[in-house]
């Protein structure tokens, strides 16, 4: 049987691409071998670990089970779209760091990028929400109540910022002379 391919376009960490891919190749594959973003892991590649998780069009999939051609139009983001301008970490990759929700590491891409859906939504989860929404991830070494603390700790951080905004903006909805 012969392969077939098709041309695809989509765009990965803000960067419009296009290439051929094997209509029977994994997204992670795609990922990985074609544009060398290996924070991407292959771990289970069946769809149960949650290491090769990335967003697509803002919504978290095991990319392992993803068909590379489903990505045809749409926006992926892995973990090196997290990083800034001048390569610094992401606020959830820092929490990551200081609650120790790190060890070996090859989990934590994964995980991450979960963490990151579930912060883009800018609302406030119990701790049962966010161990239900983080419930697809295995790791080994690390421990999850860490991985909360760090989820929790940059959901905190961010509402209380955008509170101070919304805050500091109503306030200028006076007279331009008192702000």
């Given at each position: 049987m012969s392969k077939q391919y098709k041309l695809i376009?989509?765009?990965v960490n803000g960067k419009e691409r296009e290439v051929m891919v094997d209509v029977r190749a994994s997204l992670t594959d795609l990922l990985r071998n074609d544009f060398?973003?290996?924070?991407?892991?292959?771990?289970?590649?069946?769809?149960?670990?949650?290491?090769?998780?990335v967003l697509i069009n803002g919504?978290?999939?095991?990319?392992c089970i993803y068909l590379a051609v489903w990505a045809d139009g749409k926006d992926i983001l892995t973990l090196e779209g997290l990083e800034g301008p001048n390569?610094?970490?992401s606020d959830i990759q820092q929490a990551f760091i200081d609650e120790a929700a790190v060890q070996c590491g090859f989990c934590t891409p994964?995980?991450?990028?979960?963490?990151?859906e579930i912060l883009n939504e800018g609302r406030?989860?119990?701790d049962e929400e966010i161990r239900i929404r983080m419930s697809g991830h295995l790791c080994r070494c690390t421990g999850y109540e860490n991985i909360l603390r760090a989820v929790k700790k940059t959901m905190r951080q961010r509402l209380d910022a955008a509170a101070a905004r919304e805050k500091e903006a109503s306030a200028c909805?006076?007279?331009k002379t008192d702000c």
């Open positions: 376009h989509l765009t060398r973003l290996t924070s991407v892991k292959k771990g289970c590649e069946v769809g149960e670990c949650g290491a090769c998780n919504e978290c999939f095991n990319s390569g610094e970490l994964g995980t991450i990028m979960s963490a990151v406030e989860l119990s909805n006076k007279p």
